[in-house]
């Protein structure tokens, strides 16, 4: 699924960069669907809006491979938060968050919210880590040192599993209650579904994740 310009009244937009095949894709389509589903790869960037609350949330797949990289800074633009995805049996990848990533944050909210998400943990064995929990969790408060995280769960770190579903809601529950918290009233009546802009029938209460 291709994306170009969309046009919506939204509360927060929240990008997704990572660099190419570290499962940005699965990872949202987990969330959204609540289910595992191998991905094509991303071409420019993939819409979709979230209801949280009395809140909209537009949430950007972006590509990773490095020819898009000036699409992903235009999609960037007034991002309220940023998931920074990599794979932590794989080094460069994270070495791509600050290399790439983090500068086309620039275009970004000034207080824009980076939470640092070691993807594929479900596959991940001693041998294979190449990025340690205490590195990923400095770097992580080293580009949020700006702002003020006191009132949230810990540092804006998260290793998950899209297969399992492991810390996959965790991750935007953690981005929504810094960006958009709610009251308790509003927790209760919080509406779950999703809607996908990009296809034509999303009148259904529940969309689906187009494969690319």
Request: glycine share 6%; hydrophobic share 35%; with cysteine.
């Amino acid at each position: 699924m291709e994306a170009g310009p969309v046009t919506t009244v939204e509360d927060l937009k929240v990008i997704i960069l990572g660099d190419y095949n570290v499962g940005k894709t699965s990872f949202i389509c987990r969330y959204i669907e609540g289910q595992f589903k191998p991905h094509d790869t991303t071409i420019g960037a993939a819409f979709f809006l979230k209801q949280w609350g009395p809140y909209n949330v537009a949430v950007w797949d972006t590509a990773g491979d490095e020819r898009y990289t000036g699409l992903s800074s235009f999609y960037c633009r007034n991002a309220g938060a940023a998931i920074l995805a990599f794979d932590m049996s794989i080094v460069s990848t994270y070495e791509s968050l600050w290399a790439r990533f983090i500068p086309l944050l620039d275009a970004a909210h000034e207080d824009c919210l980076k939470v640092v998400v070691g993807m594929k943990v479900d596959i991940l064995t001693p041998g294979t880590r190449e990025v340690t929990v205490e590195e990923a969790r400095k770097f992580s408060r080293e580009i949020n040192d700006k702002l003020d995280l006191s009132k949230l769960p810990g540092d804006p770190y998260f290793e998950t599993s899209s297969k399992s579903g492991l810390n996959v809601s965790e991750v935007f529950e953690y981005v929504f209650q810094y960006c958009l918290p709610l009251s308790d009233a509003q927790r209760k009546t919080q509406d779950q579904e999703t809607v996908d802009l990009n296809n034509p029938l999303n009148s259904k209460p529940k969309s689906k994740c187009c494969s690319r």
